[in-house]
């Protein structure tokens, strides 16, 4: 099922696409005014929040919904499409912000719209998978795993935070200015430095 309004929110040939890739992989697309984007139901139901077009200078509006679904989903993800810097930038920023618990919901960064659907379809899938082989406890394990880095960004962030200060500040620092003003480790401080500086790294999902 997709949302009447975020199908109005967008280019009729992203809808063309969605259509398409749907009917190959054997679903049915039904539009509804539901409150999520997306729900899909390949055996577990699953909602989705998918954001396209990512707005640094107005994310309030994002966070606030991303709070009210996850009340009302159990199963929520938020799909975000990030292709620039700024964009990736600005999302590690509002996360802190608007104070985000990990895991809940679970965000997918990507770089285009395409790979963004084509993780939702993915994510509903192996979602109904678990629920058919009662294995819901290794997809969270799995989860888990896989939002790690996360983890430790976040942890990092806030170190980052209290002895450099602005994300400014926090950009231009050097693996050696990290480590002489943090406690962090050599690795951290090289993966933070190159978060800011690497263009394949920080356009690389650091959220599942």
């Known amino acids: 099922m997709m949302s009447n309004t975020w199908k109005e929110e967008q280019h009729p040939a992203f809808i063309s696409f969605i259509s398409s890739f749907l009917n190959a992989n054997s679903f049915r697309l039904n539009f509804v005014p539901i409150t999520p984007d997306f729900i899909l139901n390949c055996g577990a139901s699953v909602a989705f929040m998918f954001v396209t077009n990512w707005d640094c200078s107005d994310t309030s509006p994002i966070f606030g919904r991303v709070q009210k679904l996850r009340e009302q989903f159990a199963n929520l993800y938020v799909v975000v499409t990030l292709p620039k810097k700024e964009q990736n930038d600005s999302f590690v920023r509002s996360y802190f912000r608007y104070g985000m618990v990990l895991g809940r919901p679970i965000f997918v960064l990507v770089q285009d719209l395409e790979m963004g659907f084509e993780k939702i379809v993915k994510i509903a899938h192996a979602r109904g998978v678990c629920k058919r082989q009662d294995a819901v406890s290794k997809m969270k394990a799995e989860v888990s795993r896989v939002a790690l880095p996360l983890k430790w960004f976040l942890s990092a962030g806030r170190v980052l935070n209290q002895a450099i200060g602005s ?42």
């Open 167 to 208: 994300i400014e500040g926090i950009a231009k620092a050097s693996k050696e200015f990290i480590l002489e003003n943090t406690d962090l480790s050599a690795d951290k401080a090289e993966k933070i430095s190159r978060f800011f500086r690497d263009t394949q790294f920080y356009l690389s999902p650091k959220i599942i």
